[in-house]
């Protein structure tokens, strides 16, 4: 009888080790789908910022030419002789508290600040971007 018993308790300690070993299937498998569907929602949030990045590469790009237009077009009094227009916008140092305060000259034209303030901003946005995508 005592065999018989023993036998017994290997059936059930098999069958106990079965459920266990399911339990923890279903488990990583929920795990797993988790993971995936952390995945896909990372690579949508990816997508928008490289969408948002091209939108802001070609808003800046208008910008650029607006501002070699006003320059051309005498508007610019303060700018002129500065050199090339690209060193406008660097825009303001990694380190500058306020990405929206401006770090060229002005000259007195409200476009030409907004202009200037868009393209500050844009760079302060693209940093941002990049910095969050690990590409700065």
């Given at each position: 009888m005592?065999?018989?018993?023993?036998?017994?308790?290997?059936?059930?300690?098999?069958?106990?080790e079965?459920?266990?070993?399911?339990?923890?299937?279903?488990?990583?498998?929920?795990?797993?789908?988790?993971?995936?569907?952390?995945g896909?929602?990372?690579?949508?949030?990816?997508?928008?910022?490289?969408?948002?990045?091209?939108?802001?590469?070609?808003?800046?790009?208008?910008?650029?030419?607006?501002?070699?237009?006003?320059?051309?077009?005498?508007?610019?009094?303060?700018?002129?002789?500065?050199?090339?227009?690209?060193?406008?916008?660097?825009?303001?140092?990694?380190?500058?508290?306020?990405?929206?305060?401006?770090?060229?000259?002005?000259?007195?034209?409200?476009?030409?600040?907004?202009?200037?303030?868009?393209?500050?901003?844009?760079?302060?946005?693209?940093?941002?971007?990049?910095?969050?995508?690990?590409?700065?």
């Open positions: 005592a065999a018989g018993g023993g036998c017994g308790e290997t059936v059930e300690q098999c069958r106990a079965v459920e266990r070993l399911t339990r923890e299937l279903a488990e990583a498998n929920r795990e797993k789908i988790r993971a995936a569907e952390c896909l929602v990372v690579l949508e949030e990816n997508q928008t910022l490289k969408q948002q990045y091209s939108d802001l590469e070609a808003e800046q790009e208008a910008l650029r030419q607006e501002l070699e237009q006003l320059q051309e077009a005498g508007g610019l009094h303060p700018l002129q002789g500065m050199g090339d227009v690209s060193e406008i916008w660097a825009g303001p140092p990694a380190s500058s508290p306020e990405v929206g305060t401006s770090q060229t000259p002005h000259s007195g034209s409200e476009s030409v600040r907004d202009t200037q303030a868009s393209a500050e901003n844009w760079e302060g946005t693209a940093r941002a971007l990049l910095s969050e995508q690990g590409v700065a």
